[in-house]
């Protein structure tokens, strides 16, 4: 069988040559050898042998030994002697020591040099991918240039020059066709650390994309003077972004636009022609809403702070340019402001107002059994609820115009009767459905809440532990969904309910909502960081919009 010789200077040669080429330490590289030629010597010598091998960082020479360890009662004879045996080639060899027998050099045969390239493939390939992720771990949020590697059904390969992206085909914007060799930019979304190694997953909708690229284009965005606070898109088609100014001397929407438009161009060309509307960034809610609906015209805004649901009422001519194609515009707007924005024109304003007003009207006409006029009064004054008339101040009640103090008391006892008996009958029905009292005890369940859930057959403290918030928030077919619970409110509850039922400690509930908010500010944290420095002070929001 023909035999390898490697030379000891070639040995360092090769290990310099594929540090260099690979990008990873020397050290490593040699190592690997080590573990090469430690592995054939094993083969040579028998696997169950403690055999070791070790390069000269220097000299480049060879070294290969046997280890033997010494103990006091012998368990293995292949690697183990006695002290007494151990005197005999060591005199002043104690329990523990470790005695090492000099092996000659082996000659590496086809198969032993072929294992042995296995396996210093391998380290370098983990010691590279290592590398890798040690490089881009810190760049999330980043944009980078690469170069389309390969596309397979829709994923795009990017090579990023030391190492490769992965594109999936919903990170890639609609409609754009990249081929092999096409230069690409894109975000670095995420950097994790898989089975096959470190994956660098790439994205061309996500939001940041879009910011980043105004701030590569948009020198103002750069230096912190202007601040993209929001960006909604529908990749490929258009975009709205939300910029404020710190420097009253400057339009920040003027500043991104460019001159002639060409700052936004810039970002428009990258982006295969997506349409991005400028909007200016305003505290007042009202006020941002507008803007966020350009380039339609606002004729009035209601907004619901609690639900963040809002009623946009607009001329009949803006009604389908506020709306947009398939609805894009006030979608857009609707995740830019994180608002539920509902158009509708002034007519249809005015039929669902009226409505409103009678459904009121014909509340207070039954519970506090009361005329027309009276409930009518109740509802221009703002009344919406039984509890508000229950529980105002008397002299409140006895403002209202053709109110006195004593029909105000009236009322405010008419109403807590009609609570009282609406709670008994509830309390009734609850115990008629099986809900037990300890789920009624709950903190948090109004006796309606806990009649729906024993409609739908959560009836003890157990069932309601064993839910999961969207049982109780989803739009569809939640159980609570018509009484505005929001998932941080169920998820709590639920909670809560574990603990109350002995599924998990106090202590266990208080760790895991601690982690959760450390994590989630370590989220935030790193948003932050990647955004365009600290808001030092607002500017009032110029009036015009730009778009492109």
Same mark, same amino acid.
């Given at each position: ?5 490697i030379t ?49 960082r ?14 006091? $009662? ?9 002290v ?25 045969? /086809? ?21 890798q ?6 760049? %999330?949020?980043e944009?980078?240039n690469?170069? %389309?590697?390969?596309?397979?059904f ?9 190492a ?9 914007? =609609? ?11 894109? &975000?670095i ?18 939001p ?6 105004? /701030?590569?284009?948009? =020198? ?6 202007i ?24 339009d920040?929407?003027?500043?991104c636009?460019?001159m ?5 161009q ?35 805004v ?9 009623d ?18 006030v ?44 409930? /009518? ?5 703002g009344?919406?609820?039984?509890d ?7 002299? $409140? ?25 609406? /709670?008994a ?6 115990? $008629?459905?099986g ?44 159980? &609570? ?11 709590? &509850? ?28 370590? $989220?935030?944290?790193?948003?932050e960081?990647g ?10 929001? =110029?009036? =015009?919009?730009?778009?492109?």
């Amino acid at each position: 069988m023909e035999a390898f010789a490697i030379t000891r200077t070639d040995m360092l040669n090769v290990a310099d040559a594929v540090a260099r080429e690979k990008g990873i330490e020397r050290e490593l590289v040699l190592e690997a050898m080590e573990q090469a030629i430690q592995k054939a010597g094993r083969s040579k010598y028998g696997h169950e042998h403690d055999i070791r091998a070790s390069i000269d960082r220097k000299s480049g020479e060879i070294l290969l030994a046997r280890y033997l360890t010494v103990v006091e $009662e012998i368990e293995d004879e292949i690697t183990q002697l006695t002290v007494d045996q151990a005197k005999a080639k060591k005199p002043d060899a104690a329990v523990g020591d470790e005695l090492v027998d000099p092996l000659p050099p082996i000659d590496f045969g /086809r198969i032993a040099a072929q294992t042995a390239k296995q396996v210093i493939v391998q380290r370098v390939r983990e010691a590279e991918r290592e590398r890798q992720y040690e490089e881009y771990k810190d760049r %999330v949020g980043e944009v980078v240039n690469g170069i %389309v590697k390969r596309v397979e059904f829709g994923n795009v390969t990017v090579d990023l020059g030391r190492a490769e992206g992965m594109m999936r085909r919903d990170e890639s914007i =609609p409609r754009e066709h990249l081929k092999r060799g096409d230069r690409v930019r894109a &975000l670095i979304m995420d950097v994790r650390q898989e089975q096959r190694g470190p994956q660098i997953f790439l994205s061309r909708t996500h939001p940041v994309f879009m910011q980043r690229l105004f /701030r590569q284009e948009v =020198p103002e965005i750069y230096d912190g003077v202007i601040e993209v606070r929001r960006v909604a898109r529908d990749p490929g088609s258009r975009a709205k972004i939300a910029v404020i100014s710190y420097d009253g001397s400057i339009d920040p929407v003027g500043a991104c636009v460019g001159m002639r438009g060409s700052r936004v161009q810039a970002v428009v060309a990258e982006l295969q022609g997506e349409k991005i509307d400028i909007i200016p960034w305003s505290e007042d809610e009202a006020t941002f809403i507008v803007n966020a609906l350009a380039p339609a015209e606002v004729a009035k805004v209601v907004l619901d702070e609690e639900t963040r649901k809002v009623d946009v009422v607009v001329p009949d001519d803006q009604l389908s340019l506020a709306i947009g194609r398939r609805g894009q515009n006030v979608r857009l707007a609707s995740i830019l402001t994180e608002f539920d924005i509902d158009i509708m024109t002034e007519e249809q304003e005015s039929e669902k107002r009226e409505l409103e007003f009678k459904q009121r009207s014909e509340k207070f006409m039954t519970a506090l059994d009361v005329d027309d006029v009276i409930a /009518r009064l109740l509802v221009t004054e703002g009344f919406t609820e039984i509890d508000e008339v229950a529980f105002v101040p008397v002299d $409140e009640l006895a403002a209202i115009e053709g109110f006195d103090e004593e029909v105000g008391q009236e009322l405010r006892n008419r109403a807590r009767s009609f609570l009282d008996e609406e /709670r008994a009958r509830l309390d009734k029905e609850r115990v $008629e459905l099986g809900v037990t009292d300890d789920l009624a005890g709950t903190e948090g369940l109004t006796p309606e809440m806990l009649v729906a859930l024993g409609q739908d057959g959560v009836k003890t403290l157990e069932d309601f532990a064993g839910l999961v918030a969207d049982e109780l928030t989803a739009s569809e077919d939640g159980i &609570l969904r018509t009484f505005g619970m929001d998932e941080d409110t169920a998820t709590d &509850l639920i909670m809560n309910a574990r603990v109350a039922v002995g599924w998990i400690t106090q202590e266990e509930l208080d760790a895991q909502r601690a982690a959760e908010a450390a994590a989630e500010a370590g $989220e935030e944290a790193g948003e932050e960081a990647g955004e365009e420095g600290e808001a030092a002070g607002a500017a009032p929001a =110029p009036e =015009p919009a730009g778009a492109a």
